[in-house]
């Protein structure tokens, strides 16, 4: 008889294969994170970026925050009937060594309501929280349209 099991080694292998991996092979990178100057001082920003998932197992970004803006959000953008819309996304799921890019016309960060000027060549401190409470900090540059 297994000591994991009273039911024997068969079922407590079988239980331990239907665990998920919770361990990173080489981590969460934010990669080349930076902002757009907004063409109108005090008004949204666009953020842009690459996520990369060296996990094992898929990770889920649920929000971003930044003490320079009130509210960050992640949105995508869609063509819908010959028009762009933007859609805000609640979450993003990145599936296992998978690399998902923000950049102009998909995904991309909304930065709004700053705080103070957001000027070309500043360093703004982004942090990323994900489903399973992990954080990863980041910095962005502020770079021209």
Do not use: Y
């Amino acid at each position: 008889m297994s000591r994991f099991c009273a039911a024997g080694p068969l079922l407590g292998c079988l239980l331990l294969g239907s665990l998920p991996v919770l361990a990173c092979d080489t981590g969460i990178d934010v990669e080349d994170l930076w902002i757009r100057q907004s063409a109108v001082p005090g008004v949204s920003a666009a953020g842009f970026f690459r996520l990369r998932n060296g996990c094992a197992h898929a990770i889920t970004l649920v929000s971003v925050t930044s003490p320079r803006f009130a509210r960050v959000e992640i949105h995508q953008s869609i063509m819908q009937g010959g028009n762009w819309t933007m859609h805000r996304r609640r979450s993003l799921t990145v599936q296992a060594g998978e690399t998902v890019v923000f950049q102009t016309g998909n995904l991309h960060l909304m930065l709004m309501d700053p705080e103070g000027p957001v000027e070309v060549g500043q360093h703004i401190p982004v942090l990323f929280h994900f489903e399973d409470g992990r954080e990863v900090a980041a910095t962005a540059e502020v770079r021209k349209r």
